[in-house]
């Protein structure tokens, strides 16, 4: 067990800043997830936590004690990578004893230490088996288990599902969110998985270009985005965003799009005039003939039970999700209701969302 | 005239039997996605049509002509693995040119550079033409994997989940660009996935594959609206299907062969608690960030469906359930085509 904290933690190569001051505490014992882009910058940060990097200035702690300068070796955390190496010519019990049998510990103490792993991840089955014999699956307990036998403060994993097949992936989140339970030890799991994110973490932060854009618990970061970055790579499909040139004022509810009013969460700040963005998410659009604000319809994706239609109006394209049943003619002209207390506004200058009514805590779903 | 044909395939491995008996026509610029869970066949389905497996039985034909007996480089393919190989010591653009400059499709430099250019604008990597192949984050690398099948103009492209190392935003973008690639092309693409979005969004065609036979071969509305089986049922859908056994939906009047009803969620409709219909409870709304999940409880039966963003629900909840044409599957699992409902 053990609590991590990073202050102002900054990572550069050359002239390339990797990671441009971070922040963060991941509390004892919970399930942290970084999740970002490819080369937004969270798998340098986790070699800085392992001790396989050293940060170009910044501190992090271990259960307060300063670690910064300290080797990964000196560390007591374990690190699993994406790319996962077995020792080949060993069996399962091999391997998983290996970190121990280099600490020089006695035979039994280790024989107790990998049983007990792999009684915890359920491949205690397998202990005598060779490892290239074994499924993607299997394969990837047997790392894991190599990484539990040593029972470290804190567990870091870099995209350990992304060498897996899909399907696979999904079933192993399950495993790994209640092999984290069992353990009770803190965990920072890398991934560009939306929904491995989802599934597994306490809390998320979502990093782009070497900064955290947000930080909060899976619901909080899908229902109230703070960037439009976060808003755009969270859903699937993304959030829709209606731009619009207008100013502001404190308790303002209506905001005007192509001369339809449209209500929205109140707005807690006074802005000048200047490009604002409107953000909803596809399940909170519907059709609604009475609607002012109009569009054209200029595509659907037939999903099965839903559909995902794409309506053109004058300030951008909003993708709705719809039930199949509905029938929707491509260049059919339609109203569109937005589901008021559901809405992000931003400025769409900087991409930060504005203070509202939904960012002040709005209403969990 | 069919671009690819697949004619009474078998093939094993060992005692495994990996492909069994498999047909099937791909027509001219049509975009056909095998869909089922690992060790169903779809990868070993691919390689027999590369050559790089040889089938026991049966034969494959290109554009009409019999290549069973001929090598790869012969076959006029490009296949585009999950797992990309670059070559680590060449840029990107040599990356990409390279399929072109191999001898048997030798091309002019020029042309090269225009196709190079044309390609990586498509897959959003014309800015890294420069960078070495490893100095690539994994989601660019699959990009130009992909770019290097593009580049050339074979008759089949032949692609084995080539999206599942991607983000989820990256994933939907290609998703797109891939469909409206081969519109704009006309190519012929046989694409393996277990992800039902992927077949759902771009197929033409969805062939369900299941323990190496082809079960379904259909549109994607057909596979999903008119499944032949539970196990075609259970492959689409999200959340998917619930099976329930026939009993469980007293009152409803299922066909006398009816053992198993399949529940959707446009089959299910939720009501505030009254006395007339089945009453169930709810378990939990499940939260996963694109959907929302109902479960309830239906006396021993759990029931999952899409919540209506308009209903709000919460856990204990008394609910009334109503079911409109449910599908029905009899004894061995195979759809009863019941009367008002389509064939």
Redesign the interface.
Same mark, same amino acid.
């Given at each position: 067990m053990a609590e991590i904290r990073l202050e102002q933690v900054v990572k550069s190569f050359g002239t390339f800043s990797a990671v441009k001051g971070v922040d963060f505490t991941v509390d004892h014992a919970s399930f942290f997830v970084i999740l970002g882009?490819?080369?937004c910058g969270k798998t340098t940060t986790l070699r800085m936590i392992a001790g396989l990097e050293l940060p170009t200035c910044g501190r992090i702690l271990l259960d307060g004690d300063d670690v910064t300068a300290l080797p990964a070796s000196a560390r007591d955390i374990a690190f699993v990578f994406q790319l996962f190496a077995l020792y080949p010519h060993m069996n399962v019990r091999q391997n998983m004893g290996f970190p121990l049998r280099c600490q020089n510990l006695p035979r039994a103490e280790i024989k107790t230490s990998v049983e007990e792993a792999a009684k915890l991840l359920r491949i205690d089955h397998l202990l005598e088996r060779r490892v290239g014999g074994l499924s993607g699956g299997d394969r990837q307990r047997v790392a894991l288990g190599r990484a539990i036998v040593r029972r470290p403060k804190a567990f870091l994993m870099d995209e350990p599902l992304?060498a897996l097949?899909? !399907?696979?992936r999904r079933l192993m989140c399950g495993e790994l969110r209640e092999l984290h339970d069992r353990i009770e030890a803190t965990s920072i799991y890398i991934t560009?998985?939306?929904?491995e994110a989802?599934?597994m973490a306490d809390r998320i932060a979502v990093m782009n270009q070497g900064r955290v854009e947000q930080i909060g618990t #899976?619901?909080e970061i $899908?229902d109230r985005p703070r960037t439009m970055f976060v808003a755009?790579?969270?859903?699937? #499909? #993304?959030m829709s965003f209606l731009h619009v040139h207008t100013s502001l004022r404190r308790g303002d509810r209506i905001l005007m799009i192509d001369g339809a009013p449209v209500e929205m969460p109140e707005v807690f700040e006074d802005r000048l005039e200047g490009k604002f963005a409107l953000g909803v998410r596809p399940?909170?659009v519907?059709f609604a003939d009475s609607s002012q604000l109009r569009g054209q319809v200029i595509g659907a !994706? $037939?999903?099965?039970?839903?559909q995902i239609v794409t309506v053109t109006t004058a300030s951008g394209q909003v993708r709705a999700r719809l #039930?199949?049943?509905n029938l929707v003619q491509v260049g059919e002209t339609v109203g569109l209701k937005l589901?008021s207390d559901r809405l992000s506004l931003f400025d769409a200058a900087s991409g930060d969302a504005l203070s509202s009514s939904l960012q002040a805590g709005g209403r969990h779903? | 005239m069919a671009d690819v044909s697949l004619a009474g395939i078998g093939k094993c491995f060992g005692p495994v039997e990996a492909v069994r008996d498999l047909s099937l026509s791909i027509a001219d610029g049509e975009f056909v996605v095998l869909l089922g @869970? =690992?060790g169903a066949g779809k990868t070993t389905t691919l390689r027999l049509i590369a050559g790089l497996e040889r089938p026991d039985r049966g034969s494959v034909a290109i554009r009409g002509r019999d290549v069973t007996a001929e090598v790869p480089a012969d076959r006029d393919v490009a296949f585009v693995f999950?797992q990309y190989s670059l070559y680590p010591h060449l840029s990107v653009y040599d990356n990409l040119a390279f399929p072109l400059r191999s001898p048997a499709h030798r091309m002019d430099e020029a042309l090269i550079r225009r196709r190079v250019q044309q390609v990586a604008e498509l897959l959003h990597i014309a800015q890294k033409l420069g960078n070495r192949a490893t100095a690539l984050?994994?989601?660019?690398m699959q990009r130009v994997a992909i770019g290097r099948a593009l580049v050339r103009e074979p008759a089949v492209y032949l692609m084995d989940?080539p999206l599942?190392?991607?983000?989820?935003?990256?994933r939907?973008e290609l998703r797109l660009e891939l469909k409206r690639i081969q519109r704009e092309l006309g190519t012929t693409i046989l694409y393996v996935t277990?992800?039902?979005?992927e077949a759902? =969004?771009m197929a033409d065609r969805i062939g369900v594959m299941s323990e190496g036979e082809l079960i379904q071969l259909g549109t @994607?509305?057909d596979i999903?609206e008119r499944p032949q089986n539970a196990y075609v049922a259970s492959r689409?859908?999200?959340p998917a299907i619930n099976l329930v056994p026939a009993e469980a939906l007293a009152g409803q009047s299922p066909p006398p062969e009816a053992r198993t009803v399949g529940l959707? =969620?446009?089959h299910i409709r939720i009501f505030s608690a009254d006395h007339s219909r089945p009453r169930a409870w709810v378990s939990w709304v499940e939260?996963?960030?694109?959907?929302?999940h109902v479960h309830l409880r239906l006396d021993t039966h759990s029931l999952v469906t899409?919540a209506d963003?308009?209903q709000e629900l919460k856990a204990g909840d008394q609910v009334s359930l109503e079911f409109r044409e449910p599908l029905y599957f009899d004894q061995r699992g195979n759809r009863i085509v019941t009367q008002g409902w389509p064939a």
């Open positions: 882009p490819s080369g992304g097949d899909a !399907e696979f560009h998985d939306q929904l989802m599934a #899976p619901q $899908y755009d790579f969270i859903g699937a #499909p #993304p399940e909170n519907a !994706e $037939y999903l099965g039970t839903t #039930p199949s049943g589901r779903g | @869970p =690992t999950q984050s994994g989601g660019e989940e599942s190392s991607l983000d989820a935003k990256l939907a277990h992800d039902q979005i759902m =969004t @994607p509305r999903y689409l859908g999200m959707r =969620t446009e939260h996963l960030g694109d959907q929302n899409l963003p308009a």
